[in-house]
């Protein structure tokens, strides 16, 4: 399986940055598709980005399109996703996955720990 590190979270004011970062070792990493997700207290996980594995293909949520860029190099193994113009309500813990389109790829990785963010008003 492939093992899967989240980190680069943090406590930011509205309408700041930060840049998340998914450490993945274990099997061939570039074959797949990866994609970020995000998980709100009480509410269900959610798509976020993803990236093909080339990184020539992208997708976004509306809620964060514009605003969010996800890339990869699959030299270091590790997808990133730069975040800008933060709202509170991008307030959640933050996972990487391989996906297939704006799903999860089950029996790849296991979810990670997830890196939190909170954006304060």
């Known amino acids: 399986q492939v093992q899967l590190v989240e980190s680069g979270g943090g406590l930011v004011q509205t309408g700041g940055s930060l840049r998340l970062s998914c450490a993945a070792s274990?099997?061939?990493?570039?074959?797949?598709?990866m994609g970020w997700f995000r998980q709100a207290p009480g509410k269900e996980r959610e798509f976020v980005a993803a990236?093909?594995?080339?990184?020539?293909?992208?997708d976004y949520a509306d809620s964060v399109k514009g605003r969010f860029t996800i890339t990869r190099d699959n030299v270091k193994n590790t997808v990133y996703l730069r975040m800008n113009s933060l709202k509170p309500e991008d307030t959640a813990v933050y996972y990487c996955?391989?996906?297939?389109?704006?799903?999860?790829?089950?029996?790849?990785?296991?979810w990670g720990q997830g890196t939190q963010v909170t954006v304060a008003s």
């Open positions: 274990g099997r061939t990493f570039s074959n797949y598709a």
């Open positions: 996955a391989p996906t297939v389109g704006r799903v999860r790829t089950a029996g790849i990785a296991s």
């Open positions: 990236i093909s594995w080339s990184g020539d293909k992208t």
